[in-house]
């Protein structure tokens, strides 16, 4: 059974940083990309982050430079440093098993239950 369970979530003030962590179980680790998405409150949930088996990464726009995503494979475990955070990045973010086919890239049906993350002004 494959599951994914994130924290590090909380509270923050603005320009302060977090790290989220996922720990996932079964054989999804080490056979797909893992990523990070986000939903704030009456928005849709949006990408942010992913990294490859390899170590690739990419970044959505308005994290790039302050967001760094990592991957331990002993650990089976996907991170996401956050640092000068903006109340803009308030939301639950989750992580997500990706799927790669060519040059297109999508989550798989397997997340985490998500985490708060809320910045303040």
């Known amino acids: 059974q494959v599951q994914l369970v994130e924290s590090g979530g909380g509270l923050v003030q603005a320009g302060g940083s977090l790290r989220l962590s996922c720990a996932a179980s079964g054989s999804i680790f080490s056979m797909n990309a893992m990523g990070w998405y986000r939903q704030a409150p009456g928005k849709q949930r949006e990408f942010v982050a992913r990294?490859?088996?390899?170590?690739?990464?990419y970044y959505v726009a308005s994290v790039k430079g302050r967001f760094t995503i990592s991957r331990d494979n002993a650990k089976n475990t996907v991170y996401l440093q956050m640092s000068s955070l903006k109340p803009e990045d308030t939301a639950v973010y989750y992580c997500?098993?990706?799927?790669?086919?060519?040059?297109?890239?999508?989550?798989?049906?397997?997340w985490g239950q998500g985490t708060q993350v809320t910045v303040s002004s």
């Open positions: 990294i490859s088996t390899g170590g690739s990464t």
């Open positions: 997500a098993a990706i799927v790669q086919h060519g040059s297109i890239w999508y989550p798989s049906s397997y």
